[in-house]
């Protein structure tokens, strides 16, 4: 069983029994792509066999091809399980035809990647596979209008909607610090509350990619004081589950930068950025210092200088 990205682990039809006696992953939902095929026993609902898990069987034989109905019955699954914040393992019997088609299907739809072919690389660095032929891309992209992790509208729906005089581009500062520290899934649900706030002080947000976002607006004082209104919200303390309790953070901020362009915001983005360098490192991080535990120094000192130490 191979963690592929984020909550998405793929395995195989033993990977998923093992599940049963050990769980060191802590899978939470189990995704069976194992139809009819020719071992014995075949494919078959086990959901009894997992309690306290979500579990969704959908009976793809092992022919080579997965058709549109398993594609799209597996994607409305994920998504909803996903947006729950579960572990999912996709199975078939060997993890190798079936389970990665699916996966690289989600991996194109949710934007984690670019195309069909990207989403194949990216598994194969962590599993064999040969995937399945699965329905065309084009059938896909239509629907990948969403980013599944955080509910906005993601680039492609940027892309495709008619251009606005400025465009904003914010991300989450130290967010691979904080990703490191307390996991990826205190990290999706970070970003989940990032992008409520933008959604809430009334601006026109999109989830690029990762902890990238992209806001829209008629004038550059109208997003400039929208995304003040909501750095202020995002510095409040809230609490996440991470390492096994729920622990508060405290002074979590976010860069943005605006332009007539993403070329330009890109730009003033940079600026804002390095102009933050030096400066005294927030609560949240502070507590990691003091821990002495897992965290990358150099990181730091780049971002913080001396005061890092």
């Known amino acids: 069983m191979d963690r592929i990205v984020h909550n998405l682990w793929l395995g195989s039809q033993g990977d998923a029994d093992e599940l049963v006696r050990n769980n060191p992953a802590g899978i939470t939902a189990i995704l069976n792509v194992r139809g009819p095929d020719a ?3 075949p494919g078959r609902n086990q959901a009894t066999e997992h309690p306290g898990k979500a579990y969704k069987w959908i009976p793809a034989p092992d022919i080579g091809v997965i058709s549109v109905k398993h594609v799209k019955e597996a994607l409305m699954w994920l998504r909803e399980h996903t947006e729950r914040g579960e572990r999912i393992l996709i199975h078939c019997k060997h993890g190798i035809s079936r ?3 699916i996966l690289a299907a989600f991996m194109v739809e949710s934007g984690i990647s670019a195309n069909l072919e990207e989403a194949r690389a990216t598994i194969s660095v962590h599993r064999s596979v040969q995937p399945a032929t699965q329905i065309a891309e084009q059938r896909v992209r239509p629907v990948c ?9 993601n680039r ?7 251009a606005s005089r400025f465009v904003a581009l914010a991300d989450i500062d130290l967010m691979k610090l904080f990703d490191d520290f307390y996991g990826h899934i205190a990290g999706d649900a970070l970003l989940r509350r990032f992008a409520k706030i ?3 002080v009334g601006l026109e947000a999109y989830h690029d990619r990762e902890d990238k976002f992209i806001c829209r607006g008629e004038s550059h004082d109208d997003l400039s004081g929208k995304l003040v209104q909501a750095r202020q ?3 409040k303390p809230f609490q996440v589950y991470a390492d096994g309790r729920m622990q508060t953070i405290e002074e979590m901020s976010f860069s943005f930068g605006i332009g007539t362009s993403p070329d330009e915001s890109k730009t003033a983005l940079q600026k804002a950025k390095k102009a933050m360098e030096g400066t005294e490192p927030p609560e949240w991080v502070r507590q990691i210092i003091a821990t002495g535990e897992r965290f990358d120094p150099a ?3 780049r971002r913080f200088g001396r005061k890092a130490r």
């Open 299 to 301: 990181a730091l000192v």
């Open 99 to 101: 389970s990665p088609a």
């Open 145 to 153: 209008m969403i980013s599944t992790l955080t509910g906005l509208p």
């Open 156 to 162: 492609q729906a940027f892309n495709e909607k008619e």
């Open 198 to 200: 933008l959604s809430s």
């Open 39 to 41: 071992y014995d026993p």
């Open 233 to 235: 919200v995002f510095r």
